[in-house]
């Protein structure tokens, strides 16, 4: 009976040190994207004299935030295509279509994180972005990173705007006249720990 | 150098089976040459790997039907062993063409399941088979530019109502199908008056690059772009109209007769295609061009 108690004891003790072992080595905190508190917006020029305003209703994405050594945190960010409203539904058909976005080869649009540095205010994070089947390296300035204790959910947001020529990433040039060829992306992230 | 056209003697040269597989092969690399001039008018972009549907039927597509019909003007390939090419080719390209699209993907991302893929790619290569060999058999019982220019009539139709529903690009990819066919079926028509003979020079190049034009644009159009099935398959199935002038009555009547009956047969789903298309066009796509706004501002103001 004393050597089942002594054993019990051992596992107990070697199982907590794991625990605590594994915990400090991964201290990075993940966060599930908040699509209720989120938006993925953009906007381009019409004719080069006004902007047209849209956005992406489907949104996915998680991220880790390592506050000791920031270099190791993450960030994914999935937008559905197909999602795109600009409050005009024969627009947005028109959109989808292969002309631009093509959603129907290319549903989504990814970035994925390659290197993170703390920055006054946030982090500049730079990463593979993945539009109409080209991907390209970007940065971005998150800014936020503030973590917040609602109801007992701790919540962390960032919000950063890129600009992107449609060209680089593979929109037929010959369609780029009537709407610009750059195009705005704001991107409010809310993100809640898991 | 012997000019064919005018020496008697190359005249006859022209009537030997030699000669005619090398007239067959110069048509099929002028319809080549006529894509490829037509495509870079229209700056259309060549690219490798080919990013989306349209690029895969310019660069995959087009080319393998091409290298077919080359090779089944050779006298030594068996007609068998050809219309297995042809064949095979209609089969892969409803595949070629939806390739990494969201049709093919497995999982959540995938808008079909692996049933329904199958399915599809099933009916529509079994389609493209059928339109092919229909008119290739109507093309050997009764010989004539009538079936070439019925494609054309459907390819120009088609690239119209790709273009009415929005997708602009790969309704502008059946102009230079149709002015190639249509200029290589007046060369056609010509060396033949030339040369005496009733042979149709390039009669099978043109009509694989019509049968396989015309599936491509309408099969982009409906699975890229916002086509409707009844409208492709209208349009892809109209050309067999063509088989109407078979019946007895009209089946021995002077061939331009039987020529102009078949166009105004098959042009008549077209037309009606074109109207609703047009219809939809007017509700859906004007509005962003700014004509609907201002009418229904005008309305509204005299309202």
């Known amino acids: ?194 | 150098m012997t000019e064919p056209l005018l020496n008697p003697k190359a005249m006859a040269e022209v009537r030997r089976p030699a000669s005619r597989s090398r007239l067959n092969s110069a048509f099929v690399l002028g319809i080549g040459l006529g894509l490829a001039v037509g495509y870079h008018g229209l700056s259309f972009r060549w690219v490798w790997p080919p990013m989306n549907g349209l690029d895969r039927f310019l660069t995959i597509a087009v080319p393998a039907a091409l290298t077919i019909e080359l090779v089944a003007g050779l006298q030594r390939v068996p007609r068998w062993a050809v219309w297995l090419l042809r064949m095979s080719l209609a089969a892969t390209i409803p595949r070629i063409l939806l390739h990494g699209s969201v049709y093919l993907m497995s999982g959540s991302g995938g808008d079909w399941t692996p049933w329904q893929t199958a399915t599809a790619l099933a009916i529509c290569g079994a389609l493209l088979a059928g339109l092919w060999g229909l008119l290739s058999w109507l093309s050997q019982r009764c010989p004539g530019a009538s079936i070439r220019l019925a494609l054309c009539l459907a390819i120009q139709c088609a690239g119209l109502t790709v273009m009415m529903a929005g997708y602009i690009k790969g309704g502008c990819a059946a102009f230079p199908l149709v002015a190639t066919l249509l200029a290589t079926t007046v060369g056609a028509k010509l060396i033949a008056k030339r040369t005496g003979t009733q042979a149709d020079f390039g009669a099978s190049a043109g009509l694989a690059m019509g049968v396989v034009g015309l599936f491509g644009v309408l099969f982009i159009g409906r699975f890229f772009g916002r086509l409707s099935t009844s409208c492709a398959l209208a349009m892809l199935l109209a050309p067999l109209l063509c088989w109407v002038t078979e019946i007895p009555p009209l089946r021995h009547r002077k061939p331009w007769l039987v020529g102009s009956i078949r166009l105004v047969f098959v042009a008549i789903p077209l037309v009606v295609v074109l109207t609703l298309a047009k219809r939809d066009f007017d509700r859906d796509m004007a509005p962003l061009l700014g004509k609907l706004q201002e009418s229904a501002i005008r309305r509204h103001v005299e309202g």
Not at chain 1, 75 to 104: G, M
């Open chain 1, 1 to 194: 009976m004393r050597r089942y108690f002594s054993v019990a004891i051992i596992a107990l003790v070697i199982g907590t040190v794991v625990r605590a072992g594994g915990k400090s080595a991964s201290a990075a905190d993940e966060y599930d994207y908040d699509t209720v508190h989120s938006s993925v917006s953009f906007k381009a020029r019409h004719l080069d004299i006004s902007w047209i305003h849209g956005r992406f209703n489907e949104v996915e994405g998680k991220f880790s935030l390592d506050r000791d050594d920031p270099s190791k945190s993450t960030f994914e960010l999935t937008i559905k295509t197909d999602s795109v409203d600009t409050a005009n539904e024969a627009r947005d058909e028109h959109l989808r279509q292969p002309d631009y976005f093509d959603t129907k080869q290319f549903p989504t649009i990814e970035f994925t994180s390659t290197k993170t540095n703390a920055v006054e205010g946030g982090y500049e994070v730079t990463g593979d972005f993945t539009m109409h089947g080209t991907t390209n390296t970007i940065t971005l300035i998150l800014k936020g990173g503030k973590e917040h204790d609602f109801k007992g959910t701790k919540r962390v947001a960032f919000s950063t705007e890129l600009s992107l020529k449609r060209s680089d990433f593979g929109f037929d040039e010959t369609t780029i006249g009537p709407i610009g060829d750059e195009a705005l992306i704001i991107i409010d992230c809310e993100g809640v720990r898991k």
